[in-house]
């Protein structure tokens, strides 16, 4: 299923329960359709983020899933990613239909003055956005909340691939200079 001019960067279970049809309810389990936008957002044009990105969105709902499987599933994703080596670090955030919520760091490094620049002086690069679901939204999308308990994450594509390839200036992704997509 896919829906037409669909532009939310986020839904909520009120949303869902609207467009629970069109969504494909099926005995209790959420089929989330493919969505393929580019996401805005008002904010500032900087070297590290900008107001355009392309995002990439997942949910696991199961029985027993708890914040420890959260966290491992993405340090997996971060190594898979970025190398075995890689460091992470959670830290608590806020994102409406997530509790507890947390964003994920990679460790960039702090080797020079690009690094300072794209890290905040941190040396550390946030990677995506994630959280337990609220057990509202699950009862809201008639999923029993006391029997199943799941994550969700978001991330944007040209931030992974900053750090994957040390690109420190995000706004190379939509300056369309063939200098740099030649790189790849």
């Not at 005995?27 to 990105?53: A, K, M, W």
């Not at 970025?82 to 490094?109: I, Q």
Request: glycine share 8%; hydrophobic share 35%; net charge negative.
């Amino acid at each position: 299923l896919q829906l037409k001019n669909f532009k939310r960067t986020f839904i909520n279970a009120k949303m869902l329960k609207e467009e629970g049809e069109e969504w494909g309810f099926n005995e209790g389990c959420l089929s989330i359709p493919e969505v393929r936008e580019d996401v805005y957002r008002n904010e500032t044009i900087s070297s590290r983020s900008h107001c355009q990105f392309h995002q990439v969105e997942g949910l696991y709902i199961d029985k027993k899933i708890s914040l420890a499987d959260m966290k491992q599933t993405l340090n997996y994703y971060a190594k898979a990613m970025y190398g075995p080596n890689a460091k992470t670090r959670l830290r608590a955030s806020y994102f409406p239909f997530t509790e507890p919520s947390a964003e994920m760091d990679v460790y960039w490094g702090l080797n020079s003055e690009d690094d300072y620049r794209i890290t905040k002086g941190t040396g550390w690069l946030e990677i995506l956005g994630c959280g337990m679901v609220d057990p509202a939204v699950l009862e809201n999308c008639g999923i029993d909340p006391n029997e199943y308990s799941g994550f969700a994450w978001g991330m944007g594509i040209e931030r992974q691939a900053m750090l994957k390839y040390k690109i420190t200036d995000i706004r190379h992704f939509f300056e369309n200079d063939i200098r740099f997509l030649h790189q790849f």
